[in-house]
C-alpha cells in the first residue's frame, strides 16, 4: 500500500452505508471494486474500509449511477474445468460456447496447446455444475488456411432447426469471425469466414468516407497495416462474431467487434449475401453498425461481444467483456446491457458498473492476468449461469437472478441525444 493510500485510510471513522451495510451479502462488490481500481489494496475487507471519502470517490468518480446505487448479487461457482495432460489443451481451457439441452449444458470450448495453437474440446454438463462427459481429442480443429494457427473462442445457438457455432479463426496474422453449423452437436460441417477481408487502409477509407470516426479505431488497429508474416497480407481484425438465437424481420442478426466498440450487422436473409459488395456498403456506413461503446471506467479501453444475446420481455439480454487499462494491465471484466428487440441497432440499458471482475486467484493469475471473459450462459428457473474464461487458462461459472438482473437495468436506462 503506498503512503497516499495509507493516508487514506487513517480515519477512524468506520464505514457504514445503510443501504450497503458490512456484512452485507452484496458487499463483496466492494472489495471487487477496490481491487479492480487499486490492485494494491488486495487485502482489505469491505467491513475495514474507514473512510466514506474513499468510498464516495470511488462510487461517484468510477461508478457514476444515474438512477440506481444498488448492485446485483453475483454467486461465483469457480473453476468447473481445467486443462490437462493431453496435448491439444496442456496449455489452457477457456472461452466456452454453451447451450442447454434439457437438464444437460454442452460447453464447447477452447483448448489450447504448447505454442498458442488451439482447437475445440468438448464436454457436457449435467445441471448447470456437473461435468459427466469430457472428449479427449478436440471436436473442432484447424483445417484450412485461414486457421492455420487456431480455431478459437467458440459461441453457439440455435436458430430454428439448425445449430450455428462461430469461431474466430487464426492464421498467425489475421484473426476473422468463421462458422460452422450442425443438426446434432456432434457432427459439424465448417461454413468458412463470415468476417470480410479488410485491409487497414481499406477500412479506413472506407468508415471515414462521410466523416472521421472514433480515433481509437486507428490506434488499435493501425499496426495491422504491415504484415507480421510477410507471406500474409495482414487484415483488420474482426472477431467475437456471434449469432442472435432467432432471426429478426426474418433476417440473421450478428454482433461482431473491431477494436474498441461492438458492431452489429442486422438484415441478412441469407449467409451468402455476405458478398464483398455488401461489406463495402456496410463500411461505408460503418457508425450505423456501432451498437455499443465504452461508457465507464471499468470499459474504458475497449468492449467486445461476450455471451450470445439472451431474449427477454425487457430486450436482448447482452454479456459483454469490457476492458481498462491498469499499471498492471489491462483487467476483463463481464458487463451487461439490455438491446432492443425488434432493432438490436439500439441500446437500452447498461449497467454503470462491471457485473463481476477478476476477484480471485483463479481470475488474477493464468496465462493472461486479471481476465473473466463471459461467453456462455444457460438458465436454469430464473438463475442465468454464465460460463468464463478465467485468467486465459480455466474454465468458470458466475450466477446471478435473471429478475434482479434486469430489474437493475431498467434503473439504468440509455438517454439517447
Not at 438490436?344 to 462491471?354: G, V
Request: a negative charge; aromatic letters at 12%.
Amino acid at each position: 500500500m503506498t503512503s497516499s493510500t495509507k493516508k487514506l485510510f487513517n480515519f477512524s471513522t468506520t464505514f457504514n452505508n445503510p443501504k450497503l451495510p458490512p456484512g452485507h451479502p452484496k458487499s463483496n462488490v466492494v472489495t471487487q471494486y477496490t481491487k479492480l481500481f487499486n490492485p494494491n489494496l488486495h487485502n482489505i475487507r469491505p467491513e475495514t474500509i474507514k473512510s466514506k471519502i474513499w468510498w464516495s470517490w470511488l462510487f461517484v468518480a468510477y461508478f457514476p449511477f444515474s438512477q440506481s446505487n444498488t448492485m446485483v448479487n453475483v454467486i461465483k461457482h469457480g473453476v468447473i474445468l481445467s486443462k490437462t495432460d493431453l496435448k491439444f489443451e496442456n496449455e489452457g481451457v477457456l472461452n466456452p460456447a454453451a447451450i442447454r439441452e434439457g437438464n444437460f449444458v454442452h460447453l464447447f470450448y477452447r483448448a489450447v496447446s504448447k505454442g498458442n495453437h488451439s482447437s475445440i474440446g468438448y464436454c457436457k454438463l449435467e445441471g448447470p455444475l456437473s461435468v459427466v462427459e469430457r472428449r479427449e481429442t478436440p471436436l473442432l480443429s484447424p483445417e484450412f488456411d485461414y486457421e492455420s494457427h487456431g480455431v478459437e473462442d467458440p459461441r453457439i445457438v440455435k436458430i430454428e432447426d439448425l445449430y450455428y457455432l462461430s469461431y474466430t479463426a487464426y492464421n498467425g496474422v489475421n484473426a476473422l469471425g468463421a462458422l460452422a453449423t450442425s443438426a446434432d452437436l456432434q457432427h459439424f460441417e465448417k461454413q468458412g469466414l463470415i468476417a470480410t477481408k479488410l485491409s487497414y487502409g481499406e477500412f479506413k477509407r472506407l468508415s471515414e468516407d462521410k466523416g472521421l470516426i472514433n480515433k481509437k479505431y486507428l490506434r488499435y488497429n493501425v499496426h495491422l497495416h504491415t504484415a507480421e508474416n510477410q507471406e500474409a497480407e495482414a487484415y483488420i481484425w474482426i472477431k467475437n462474431l456471434i449469432f442472435f438465437p432467432r432471426k429478426i424481420n426474418n433476417k440473421f442478426c450478428f454482433l461482431q467487434r473491431i477494436k474498441p466498440d461492438v458492431q452489429v450487422v442486422v438484415d441478412v436473409e441469407d449467409l451468402k449475401e455476405l458478398t464483398p459488395e455488401f461489406w463495402r456498403n456496410y463500411f461505408l456506413n460503418f457508425d450505423e453498425g456501432i451498437v455499443l461503446t465504452p461508457k465507464y471506467a471499468h470499459e474504458v479501453s475497449y468492449i467486445g461481444g461476450g455471451c450470445p444475446p439472451i431474449e427477454t420481455e425487457q430486450g436482448w439480454l447482452l454479456i459483454y467483456h469490457g476492458v481498462h487499462d491498469t499499471l498492471n494491465g489491462y483487467v476483463y471484466s463481464a458487463c451487461a446491457a439490455l438491446l432492443d428487440l425488434e432493432d438490436p441497432r439500439r441500446e437500452i440499458a447498461r449497467l454503470p458498473y462491471p457485473l463481476f471482475i477478476p476477484a480471485y486467484k483463479w481470475e488474477l493469475k493464468g496465462e493472461v492476468n486479471n481476465v473473466c471473459f463471459p461467453t456462455g450462459t444457460a438458465l436454469f428457473d430464473d438463475t442465468l449461469y454464465i460460463y468464463y474464461g478465467a485468467a486465459d487458462e480455466r474454465i468458470a461459472c458466475a450466477s446471478v437472478s435473471l429478475t434482479e438482473l434486469l430489474t437493475e437495468l431498467s434503473h439504468n436506462l440509455t438517454k439517447h441525444e
